[in-house]
């Protein structure tokens, strides 16, 4: 993409008394939306071979109870998007949080394999979603000086969510012959704190005046930041909402803003290609050729969850001072490198401690750059008429990719080789560096209307 003019906007230039700790409080509750997302995501992983024994699965029947969640998230990405537009952002936040406590409880106490897998289908479901309205909704209720660091939170919660969950397979594991439901029974407690907390947040004033509730964004505005700002940022919300109406499927391939949508599906699709989930997925296996001792598990897993909760810090400190784009270049290009060394350590042998230090780098590195940004950059690029189905097809083709590129290291690793894999990885990583260095916009510290002007413009 050529370089883009910058238009000032009055929301971003005015001096404003902001509210933050308002902001930073519904920011952190709807941020628990992530804490489940990655909760429900990894809490499998400790109970595998207890509910695999009790069903008396097979290879086949464990792969498939382990990933049918992926499933389930591209359903609730694909649902999420229109119940978003047609409810709200706070009430299907809330629909999230009833159906993260129900399946919850539901996969840890079914009485058949059969339903195990719906219930974890039906959290997938509420993963998918979640991962769409979460950030959108932070974006839409921040003001533009704070919105990169806001939705960088979402990121962070999701870590957070990981490591608790991985706390909570290590304190229940001796817990009795039902361990592994009350593992995933665990999921009920944050979810039941998250919809509690729903309460307490307001609606998205863009989704608001997008619904001709006008009085009611102007309150929720003026409370964020003063009367000033209210009238600023009304204003120029509801000319975003004038130029044409919509927001269906076929409004996303119209000539303004097909370009956008597609710039939206190529960043969410890289976050999961370049190689961080075959690090996240098989890392146990990988430690294991690098010397660790086979009964460590619980210790790669801790190690892991450190270094992704440390470094997501760098992206909530420098996002809006770096920028997106520039955090996304520096991200996919360290990411190339870091797999190339991968890719000569399995390729000449290495020591095992070489192994693991490019396999920590890569993940501090992604944590640092790619997992946080990409969340912020689908969150705001998005006109306001087109969010909900654009992130809708956004975070659809995030899942899709996250199913194959999780599922297809393994016939990888044993086809090609670990260094042959890990130079795709690579390549992969280059690929996405030269497609932001041409085609990603930079939007720090605008408006969302400012940047739906940018890049509405642009493409006409």
Same mark, same amino acid.
């Given at each position: 993409m050529a370089s883009i003019v910058p238009v000032e906007s009055e929301v971003v230039t005015g001096n404003y008394d902001l509210n933050r700790n308002y902001v930073y409080l519904i920011s952190a509750i709807a941020a628990l939306g992530g804490v489940l997302f990655g909760f429900d995501l990894v809490i499998i992983s400790g109970t595998v071979?207890?509910?695999?024994?009790?069903?008396s699965l097979n290879a086949l029947e464990?792969?498939?109870a382990v990933g049918c969640i992926n499933l389930g998230a591209a359903i609730g990405a694909v649902i999420g998007g229109k119940l978003s537009e047609s409810l709200g952002r706070k009430k299907l936040l809330m629909i999230c949080a009833v159906l993260f406590a129900v399946t919850g409880a539901g996969t840890g106490w079914a009485g058949n394999f059969t339903?195990?897998?719906?219930?974890?289908? @039906?959290?997938?479901?509420?993963?998918? &979603?979640? %991962?769409l309205v979460c950030p959108m909704y932070v974006a839409e209720i921040s003001p533009a000086g704070m919105r990169g660091k806001m939705v960088s939170f979402y990121q962070l919660s999701i870590v957070i969510g990981i490591l608790l969950a991985y706390l909570s397979n290590y304190l229940l594991l001796n817990s009795g012959v039902n361990n592994w439901r009350w593992m995933f029974t665990s999921q009920s407690a944050p979810s039941l704190l998250f919809f509690l907390g729903l309460f307490f947040v307001a609606e998205s004033p863009r989704w608001l005046i997008g619904k001709m509730r006008h009085s009611e964004a102007f309150h929720? @505005?003026?409370?964020?930041?003063?009367? &000033?700002? %209210?009238e600023a940022a009304s204003g120029e919300i509801r000319l975003s909402f004038t130029d044409t109406k919509g927001g269906g499927l076929a409004d996303l391939f119209k000539k303004d803003v097909w370009h956008i949508v597609f710039v939206g599906i190529v960043?969410?699709?890289?976050s999961q290609a370049v190689g961080q989930n075959s690090l996240f997925s098989y890392a146990p296996e990988l430690f294991k050729q690098a010397g660790m001792a086979e009964d460590s598990a619980f210790l790669q897993s801790i190690i892991i969850g450190i270094i992704n909760f440390v470094f997501t810090f760098i992206a909530i400190g420098t996002i809006d001072k770096i920028g997106r784009k520039k955090l996304l270049q520096y991200g996919s290009f360290l990411l190339f490198l870091d797999a190339l060394a991968l890719a000569g350590a399995f390729y000449w042998h290495l020591p095992?401690?070489?192994v693991l230090v490019f396999v920590l780098g890569f993940i501090a590195i992604y944590s640092a750059t790619l997992g946080p940004v990409t969340w912020v950059a689908l969150s705001e690029i998005f006109p306001n008429r087109i969010r909900g189905s654009a992130m809708a097809l956004a975070t659809l083709a995030l899942w899709i990719a996250n199913f194959f590129t999780t599922s297809l290291f393994p016939v990888m690793k044993e086809q090609i080789g670990l260094p042959f894999t890990f130079l795709i990885h690579g390549a992969i990583c280059f690929i996405?560096?030269?497609?932001?260095?041409?085609?990603v916009p930079e939007t720090k510290g605008k408006s969302l209307e400012e940047i739906e002007k940018l890049l509405t413009d642009h493409g006409q």
């Open positions: 071979s207890f509910f695999s024994s009790h069903f464990t792969g498939w339903l195990f897998v719906v219930f974890r289908m @039906l959290s997938g479901v509420a993963v998918g &979603a979640a %991962a929720i @505005l003026k409370r964020i930041g003063g009367k &000033a700002y %209210a960043i969410a699709v890289f095992g401690i070489w996405y560096f030269l497609f932001v260095r041409v085609r």
